[in-house]
């Protein structure tokens, strides 16, 4: 069965297109610009890569086109090869701890959430309808970023706020990479052979977030009530005083809005740094001796250890600790930098094999008291098998 993962957001869609019986990813690619002037798509296929300036209005218009090109360019023969399509979305609330098939009361949900994921939402939304116009009532399935995360217990998930917040305005923590996460949690199980490990995720790309994980279930997340909490990322800070918001308002004339943005946009690595979001160019900056970007990274390290060590303890022990998603995969120096902090609780990793990136590999040296390994997230695998096992079992 072959099945489209679908990651539309407000002016982009990215595809993967699998082939279920191997898992395979035929082709992929991303719609990017649309509605905006300069719109084009890029399609990979066979070990090609094909790109394209297309007038793109909305949504329907970049689906039609790679449905088209599908065709076109012999991928599929026709459209009745897919099986199901598997969509991100972001937020589900605390009504979705599991994906499931799309209906007209999920739509509705999604709408209703949207003060929640105000960028994201509505362009899942766009997503799904633009499929449903284009492929009738193949079958459709929705895979929430929050839903891993509805695990936790309520004193993990709750602020220590006024309770009518949460009970009145939905003030929580939902948590957010919940389908990265379980990718990770069912990768350690299929290396190790057992589902009843500990485990610490870190997904640290551009955005980042960890995860403290006990037999396949979510314990907790550095993620919030939304995805601004938790460790320094490329733009965002990450866990701050809130009392910092009033008082730069003041400083700078802004509205809390626009502070919220400059924590959102212009803060993490760039905001430190003075230079770029980007670990690459950080650890370039670092080479030539740069104070700030030094001070980052020594910043973003430390933000990363915090929340291990804090979880090592909530979890009683843990059994792995798993890096992903960009820096995860391949910085070198800040994987090292993180478990040479780690030491003290018996991490011990093998610097030769940590010189690797973008590839599955333990680095944990045999006499470690922890399992430590760098595996590349999946989440449009775990989306496709998600689409097909829901749509197999109906
Ligand atoms: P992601 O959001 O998962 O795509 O991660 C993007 C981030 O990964 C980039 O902003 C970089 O900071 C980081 N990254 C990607 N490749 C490398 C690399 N070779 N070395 C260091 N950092 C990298």
């Not at 946009?265 to 950080?282: A, C, F, T």
Request: hydrophobic share 40%; glycine share 8%.
């Amino acid at each position: 069965m072959k099945i489209i993962s679908i990651n539309a957001g407000s002016s982009s869609l990215k595809f993967t297109l699998f082939e279920m019986d191997n898992e395979e990813v035929i082709s992929s690619g991303v719609f990017e610009r649309i509605g905006i002037e300069g719109s084009k798509y890029t399609i990979k296929y066979n070990g090609e890569k094909i790109e394209q300036e297309i007038e793109l209005k909305d949504h329907t218009d970049a689906v039609k086109v790679l449905l088209e090109k599908l065709i076109d360019l012999n991928i599929i023969k026709s459209l009745d090869e897919i099986g199901g399509v598997g969509h991100r979305l972001v937020h589900g609330k605390d009504k979705y701890s599991k994906s499931v098939i799309i209906t007209d009361e999920v739509i509705e949900d999604l709408e209703n959430f949207r003060k929640f994921a105000p960028l994201h939402n509505p362009a899942n939304v766009l997503g799904i309808k633009a499929f449903k116009e284009a492929l009738g009532d193949v079958a459709m399935v929705g895979v929430f970023d929050t839903a891993f995360h509805q695990t936790m217990e309520k004193e993990a998930y709750l602020y220590p706020v006024p309770y009518k917040w949460y009970e009145e305005y939905g003030v929580r923590k939902y948590g957010f990479h919940g389908t990265s996460h379980r990718y990770i949690a069912s990768s350690v199980k299929q290396i190790l052979g057992r589902e009843d490990f500990k485990l610490i995720s870190c997904h640290i790309g551009n955005g980042g977030s960890i995860c403290a994980i006990d037999n396949m279930k979510c314990v907790d997340t550095s993620m919030g009530f939304t995805p601004l909490a938790g460790i320094m990322m490329g733009t965002r800070s990450g866990d701050i005083d809130p009392s910092i918001i009033p008082y730069v308002m003041e400083k700078e004339g802004k509205n809390a809005s626009e502070v919220v943005e400059d924590l959102n946009k212009v803060s993490g690595l760039l905001g430190l740094s003075e230079y770029s979001s980007d670990m690459r160019d950080i650890l370039e900056k670092i080479d030539n001796q740069d104070e700030k970007a030094l001070l980052a990274k020594k910043k973003y390290v430390r933000r990363v250890v915090d929340y291990i060590a804090q979880y090592y303890v909530l979890l009683g022990g843990v059994d792995v600790i798993c890096f992903t998603a960009g820096v995860g995969e391949n910085s070198v120096p800040v994987r090292k930098e993180i478990c040479e902090a780690l030491a003290c609780l018996g991490v011990k990793i093998d610097l030769e094999l940590n010189n690797k990136r973008g590839e599955l590999v333990k680095l944990s040296t045999d006499d470690s008291k922890i399992l430590v390994y760098v595996i590349p997230t999946d989440e449009e695998l775990m989306i496709a098998r998600d689409t097909m096992n829901l749509i197999q079992n109906r």
